[in-house]
């Protein structure tokens, strides 16, 4: 009898639908647009940010308030915008009752500015870190690192985007008015208890919290009024484990034209563009006048086995955000053809190979330890990292201060989706990635940055090393490693 009952709840389970809104968004809200932060220049040219980490109230639904926490506001933050070759600043206050930080993923900096588990803002404190930006055009973005503790202070509403321009991008004709016809898309999934949010993990959950329904900019079932033929959504995938596959419900194609760190050479028409926790996606979507379209999440091709599909969310679909075009819409110029050349190394100059075995319980099988170097880098070389994934669980690999190019996905050259600069790629089971990456930045043997699972729940958990970029014969430092533990 017990055999019957628990084959019977585990065909219950098996069976059980997977999460879905698909056909069940009334898309009834409009979609927020976060402001661009507000900045000073100073005497000697640096702009100016300010930042506040600070707790709230957000009104999701009307009438039912959720605490919630944000950057200059009650809920996410201020878009960040800068250009190439500026000196930045950022002024962070931690108005939380916790020790928090705020790391820039995707800029490329000091390590002591990179906002890592190692430069902690106590509570009540401040911090002020600057850094000249010196990398392509990109959407970046920042969010709390607080060693064993990233996934909460994401979860509740600390993230923001911070977008880089050049000349180039300044130039070319792409669609570039900031929410009007270039769109922030900021995906998050949520589950409401109540008014509160529900941040737990189901038994078999191994990839972290799965929540039931997707956030754009904080609002739920949000539609956009589009009034240009073309219209660019900047895709960040926010989300603490939730991998995407985006598409248009309509099936309709749409041009990639950036990946994590900047412009692809050249748009790539496609059909989908999937996004793990941590990644962007520039895509450009031709509208015709009067309809509507909705940026769907459609089940994901490559998540592993079934197990994998079944209980860490690989079969989940979502509605995400319904674009309704006006019926008069404004032309917009052509796509650019070409889009310029990539900063990325092609990894014929690599001097040195490693290898990271991606494991739930640590990576090369060693867990976190703030206070141990894992790898050494020569400051001005070229790397080639071989990543590789079979403990039955889906994972990413996110490296601070470097964009990488993909080399291989299984031996083959990488789809069109990965042939852009990134610095973040998803590692599903039973999959090797060849990554070349160099490495140009201060040398600074004290100091280190991450390289980890952007699962949260897994980076939590100890799946992240650390890495010091040194000039040639240098040794590493000993890295402080009580600062910020948990
Ligand atoms: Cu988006 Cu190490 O982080
Ligand atoms: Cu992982």
């Known amino acids: 009898a017990l055999a019957l009952a628990v084959g019977g709840l585990f065909l219950w389970l098996w069976n059980s639908a997977g999460v879905s809104t698909v056909g069940k968004e009334s898309f009834g809200n409009e979609l927020a647009i976060p402001p661009l932060a507000q900045s000073q220049v100073a005497k000697d040219g640096t702009r100016v940010f300010d930042l506040r980490m600070q707790a709230g109230e957000t009104e999701f639904r009307d009438g039912q308030s959720t605490s919630t926490w944000g950057f200059n506001g009650a809920y996410l933050g201020p878009t ?18 916790e020790a928090s930080t705020v790391h820039w993923h995707g800029m490329h900096l000091p390590a002591e500015m990179d906002g890592g588990p190692h430069q902690m803002v106590e509570a009540g404190g401040s911090w002020s870190p600057h850094w000249t930006v010196d990398q392509p055009a990109a959407t970046l973005w920042y969010h709390p690192h607080p060693h064993g503790a990233t996934e909460k202070h994401v979860q509740r509403g600390l993230a923001g985007m911070f977008i880089l321009d050049d000349e180039r991008s300044e130039r070319l004709a792409l669609p570039k008015r900031y929410g009007v016809d270039d769109l922030p898309v900021i995906v998050q999934d949520v589950t409401f208890d109540g008014a509160t949010f529900d941040h737990g993990r189901g038994l078999m959950q191994n990839a972290g919290f799965l929540g039931e329904r997707t956030l754009v900019n904080g609002t739920l079932s949000p539609y956009q009024e589009v009034r240009d033929e073309l219209v660019r959504l900047r895709l960040l995938n926010a989300s603490t484990a939730r991998t995407y596959d985006f598409g248009l419900s309509d099936g309709r194609a749409f041009s990639l034209v950036g990946t994590d760190g900047g412009l692809l050479e050249r748009p790539a028409r496609m059909e ?46 979502f509605d995400v955000l319904q ?164």
């Open 272 to 317: 989908r563009v999937q996004l793990s926790p941590g990644e962007r996606a520039e895509i450009v979507v031709r509208m015709k006048p009067g309809e509507r379209t909705v940026l769907r999440s459609f089940p994901q091709g490559n998540y592993g086995d079934a197990w994998q599909r079944r209980f860490n969310g690989g079969g989940d679909s």
């Open 323 to 486: 674009l309704r075009a006006a019926e008069r819409l404004r032309p917009s110029p052509a796509l650019p053809a070409r889009l310029g050349e990539l900063e990325v190394p092609a990894g014929d100059d690599a001097v040195r190979a490693r290898h990271f075995d991606l494991e739930r319980t640590g990576i090369n099988g060693r867990p976190m330890d703030m206070g141990r170097v894992d790898e050494t880098v020569t400051r001005g070389t070229t790397e080639v990292w071989t990543l590789r994934s079979d403990d039955g669980m889906p994972h990413n690999f996110h490296v601070h201060d470097v964009q990488f190019r993909v080399l291989e996905v299984n031996g083959e050259a990488p789809p069109p989706r990965l042939r852009g600069p990134k610095d973040t790629v998803f590692v599903p089971h039973g999959t090797t990635v060849k990554l070349a990456m160099r490495f140009d930045g201060p040398a600074d043997p004290d100091s280190p940055y991450m390289y980890h699972c952007h699962l949260l729940y897994h980076e939590d958990e100890g799946m992240m090393g650390q890495f010091v970029v040194v000039e040639k014969g240098q040794r590493a430092g000993a890295p402080a490693g009580e600062a910020g533990a948990p």
């Open 80 to 97: 960040l915008r800068a250009e190439r070759g500026e000196k930045v600043r950022v002024r962070i206050r931690n108005g939380l009752d």
